[in-house]
């Protein structure tokens, strides 16, 4: 098969982790016998910098021309001072909408080798599993009107959340085909005693979930499901939430698991999926050549799953992770006292050895 990627390293580590995961990429493609046509592009401060537009037109051509875009990381405090259409943040927001990415995907898992680098107790983390199912296009990040507005001293402040009956329907039918592959259990967060929004959507879910009779629904206000989420994290199945409840929770989880640099995300509804790691760019430790490039490396595996049906493929990568965990290799997010810390690019080393050997053994089987 041939893969055809846009790739956007982005900003601060987003190059590093991002180098990695295309790597990898490339050893699974290998083993398999696929074969990977990439193209680079900007986005971001690196896009500000030298077009000054978050997301050029030549940027948004290739991605809509692409199968898959697998994306580092944006944002970059020297252009923090920009008004909001010309932040890099702002560049992935329309990206997101350019692609019509509305349902993101966000899986939290502990892995059996980090259970002692979750704040939690390794009893109430272990098995942890979560598919967090996040709705991208709607909520405060794209609601209007929003402003700033009045003299200095009293200005007001506006953001709009608007859900409408389509945009609930979408995602919630993502939610529960996934939970039907899964555990069969969908908890869907809202804040329906103060918000209108919310309570909208509780009804929308509670409709469509007729047409899911194999699947548990059970509710949940986004506060109660935060305290949850540490107290009894295995107990979670398949999250289904707005954007802005999901943008944090699905933080939290990456808490709970161990690290922000672990988590994978999937954007997907649209003609051409969107694959990032959930962690940003992290300007205090780019080019310093220790991040965890393991958030990327396992976004490269989603993307191969979604947007190309490659399940073998994923699989391989995601177990190539599994299996350099349980040998000892850790960056320094998810390095306990006492252990060795390696460099980005010798995690990334390990995986791409982890995957072509895993490969060897099932053509020698």
Same mark, same amino acid.
């Given at each position: 098969?041939?893969?055809?990627?846009?790739?956007?390293?982005?900003?601060?580590?987003?190059?590093?982790?991002? $180098?990695?995961?295309?790597?990898?990429?490339?050893?699974?493609?290998?083993?398999?016998?696929?074969?990977?046509?990439? @193209?680079?592009?900007?986005?971001?401060?690196?896009?500000?910098?030298?077009?000054?537009?978050?997301?050029?037109?030549?940027?948004?051509?290739?991605?809509?021309?692409?199968?898959?875009?697998?994306?580092?990381?944006?944002?970059?405090?020297?252009?923090?001072?920009?008004?909001?259409?010309?932040?890099?943040?702002?560049?992935?927001?329309?990206?997101?909408?350019?692609?019509? +990415?509305?349902?993101?995907? @966000?899986?939290?898992?502990?892995?059996?080798?980090? $259970?002692?680098?979750?704040?939690?107790?390794?009893?109430?983390?272990?098995?942890?599993?979560?598919?967090i199912v996040r709705e991208l296009l709607g909520g405060l990040?794209?609601?209007?009107?929003?402003?700033?507005?009045?003299?200095?001293?009293?200005?007001?402040?506006?953001?709009?959340?608007?859900?409408?009956?389509?945009?609930?329907? @979408?995602?919630?039918?993502?939610?529960?085909?996934?939970?039907?592959?899964?555990? !069969? !259990?969908?908890? #869907?967060?809202?804040?329906?005693?103060?918000?209108?929004? #919310?309570?909208?959507?509780?009804?929308?879910?509670?409709?469509?979930?007729?047409?899911?009779?194999?699947?548990?629904?059970?509710?949940?206000?986004?506060?109660?499901?935060?305290?949850?989420?540490?107290?009894?994290? !295995?107990?979670?199945?398949?999250?289904?939430? $707005?954007?802005?409840?999901?943008?944090?929770?699905?933080?939290?989880?990456?808490?709970?698991?161990? #690290?922000?640099?672990?988590?994978?995300?999937?954007?997907?509804?649209?003609?051409?999926?969107?694959?990032?790691?959930?962690?940003?760019?992290?300007?205090?430790?780019?080019?310093?050549?220790?991040?965890?490039?393991?958030?990327?490396?396992?976004?490269?595996?989603?993307?191969?799953?979604?947007?190309?049906?490659?399940?073998?493929? +994923?699989?391989?990568?995601?177990?190539?992770?599994?299996?350099?965990?349980?040998?000892? #290799?850790?960056?320094?997010?998810?390095? @306990?006292?006492?252990?060795?810390?390696?460099?980005?690019?010798?995690?990334?080393?390990?995986?791409?050895? +982890?995957?072509?050997?895993?490969?060897?053994?099932? !053509?020698?089987?």
């Amino acid at each position: 098969m041939l893969l055809n990627l846009t790739i956007l390293p982005g900003d601060g580590i987003g190059p590093e982790v991002t $180098e990695q995961a295309v790597l990898v990429l490339q050893a699974a493609a290998g083993a398999f016998g696929h074969q990977l046509q990439l @193209r680079h592009k900007n986005i971001g401060g690196a896009a500000l910098a030298v077009a000054e537009d978050p997301l050029p037109a030549d940027t948004v051509q290739a991605c809509l021309s692409s199968s898959a875009v697998l994306m580092g990381a944006v944002g970059n405090p020297a252009f923090d001072h920009y008004p909001n259409h010309l932040r890099p943040e702002a560049g992935l927001l329309r990206l997101r909408r350019e692609l019509g +990415a509305y349902a993101n995907l @966000r899986p939290a898992i502990c892995f059996p080798a980090l $259970e002692d680098c979750s704040p939690l107790r390794s009893d109430l983390v272990r098995g942890t599993d979560i598919m967090i199912v996040r709705e991208l296009l709607g909520g405060l990040y794209f609601g209007e009107p929003r402003s700033i507005a009045g003299a200095p001293g009293s200005r007001v402040a506006t953001n709009t959340m608007t859900y409408g009956e389509p945009a609930i329907e @979408r995602i919630t039918g993502v939610a529960f085909e996934l939970a039907e592959k899964r555990r !069969k !259990k969908v908890l #869907s967060v809202d804040k329906a005693n103060v918000l209108e929004c #919310s309570r909208l959507w509780r009804e929308v879910v509670i409709r469509c979930a007729k047409d899911y009779p194999g699947v548990q629904l059970s509710h949940m206000y986004v506060d109660s499901a935060a305290m949850s989420l540490v107290q009894r994290p !295995k107990d979670f199945d398949v999250v289904l939430t $707005e954007n802005m409840f999901g943008d944090i929770l699905s933080d939290q989880a990456g808490g709970v698991v161990g #690290s922000l640099g672990l988590l994978a995300s999937a954007s997907i509804g649209g003609p051409v999926g969107l694959y990032e790691p959930v962690h940003g760019s992290a300007p205090d430790i780019a080019g310093k050549g220790i991040a965890n490039p393991l958030g990327a490396i396992l976004s490269a595996a989603l993307l191969l799953r979604h947007s190309f049906q490659l399940e073998r493929e +994923a699989a391989c990568i995601e177990n190539a992770v599994s299996a350099v965990l349980n040998q000892g #290799s850790r960056t320094a997010d998810i390095a @306990r006292s006492g252990q060795s810390r390696i460099a980005t690019s010798e995690m990334g080393r390990n995986v791409v050895e +982890a995957v072509k050997a895993s490969q060897a053994k099932q !053509k020698s089987a």
